[in-house]
């Protein structure tokens, strides 16, 4: 067998000491360890096949450069992954493994993946949720440092990042009323989910600022899924009085409201132009014409999470941070001036 090369070999290739080589490796020594004996010493490693010792490392840092993910469906959801692959690519850069633990949101099951991760040493824990939600932090996770990745504590005492709900709903409604509409209706879920509960506000809202009515221009559905969403949208789309615009809760809802429109010889945008949330790439964007549609920033609450993870372990003091990740929208050809 090949003999794994040691830290003794890298510092005789790069012809340094092996107290330079490993504060080379090692991003230390400050001044004293010049720019071309780093890239010297990197080059030797690299050409050795050198990996340092994490174990022996661990126990000087007293860290295993390990970060434990523990998501509720999160793998499993398309569009929620993206929250993976944003906490695997930000742990990556700052030379952590990311250790993921999906369940099914069993409260049982979560704190038997959260004690695995403990066993192991992981230097903190993301709790992720595949929506947007309010939880309580698991009791076992004790002194272990947690940040919450969409979701958040009632109280504010962990860290989170959760998307800007509010504003990604004034977005798409200001595309509307941009383009000169005012009678604006909405098709939602009557699921209890924060998503819902501040996208219905923020559109009541803007609607009563036009002097409407909004309960006029509501309809609520059971599951925001497509065939729920087409035949509320058809109550809505034939009443006489009927909107120009509607704003669906989510994605699949307005594939809903676009079958009706056909159905009723109604076609978007001319006759109604529709705006949506979530942005799913194999929704929005295929969907004829394109869906104008606020995004879901699950890629970057990924990356929030664990940025805001590593300063929190670098600085066990600082408070807990709530934050809200913009919600940017996707402009396509959905909307147009009402006629």
């Not at 599951?223 to 729920?228: E, G, K, N, W």
């Not at 058809?234 to 009443?239: A, E, G, M, P, Y």
Request: proline fraction near 6%; glycine fraction near 8%.
């Amino acid at each position: 067998m090949t003999k794994q090369p040691r830290l003794a070999d890298v510092a005789k290739a790069a012809g340094v000491s092996t107290a330079t080589a490993s504060m080379a490796l090692n991003e230390t020594g400050g001044r004293r360890i010049g720019p071309e004996t780093r890239e010297r010493v990197r080059a030797a490693a690299a050409e050795l096949g050198y990996r340092p010792n994490t174990v022996a490392r661990g126990l000087r840092t007293r860290r295993t450069q390990m970060i434990g993910f523990v998501g509720d469906d999160v793998a499993t959801t398309p569009f929620a992954g993206q929250m993976i692959r944003g906490a695997h690519d930000a742990a990556r850069e700052a030379g952590f493994l990311l250790l993921m633990i999906d369940t099914s949101g069993d409260k049982a099951e979560t704190e038997e993946a959260i004690g695995a991760l403990q066993e192991r040493q992981i230097d903190g824990i993301l709790l992720a949720t595949m929506y947007h939600q309010v939880v309580e932090v698991p009791a076992v996770i004790g002194s272990t440092p947690c940040v919450l990745l969409d979701a958040r504590t009632a109280d504010g005492s962990a860290s989170s990042v959760v998307p800007d709900e509010r504003g990604g709903t004034l977005g798409v409604l200001a595309e509307l009323t941009g383009a000169g509409h005012t009678r604006i209706g909405h098709i939602t879920t009557t699921e209890d989910v924060e998503a819902r509960a501040i996208r219905l506000a923020t559109w009541r809202e803007r609607v009563a600022a036009n002097g409407l009515d909004p309960d006029d221009l509501l309809i609520e559905i059971d599951q925001a899924t497509t065939r729920p969403a087409h035949e509320g949208a058809l109550r809505l789309l034939s009443r006489p009085d009927r909107p120009t615009a509607v704003f669906c809760f989510n994605d699949r809802v307005a594939m809903g409201v676009y079958r009706a429109a056909a159905e009723l010889g109604l076609s978007v945008p001319e006759d109604l132009s529709v705006v949506s949330y979530d942005d799913q790439e194999l929704i929005a964007p295929e969907l004829q014409p394109g869906l104008t549609s606020a995004a879901l920033p699950h890629y970057q609450m990924g990356r929030w999470a664990v940025v805001e993870l590593l300063r929190r372990l670098d600085d066990p003091e600082t408070a807990p941070v709530q934050h809200l990740m913009p919600c940017p929208v996707a402009k396509r050809d959905s909307v147009s001036p009402p006629r």
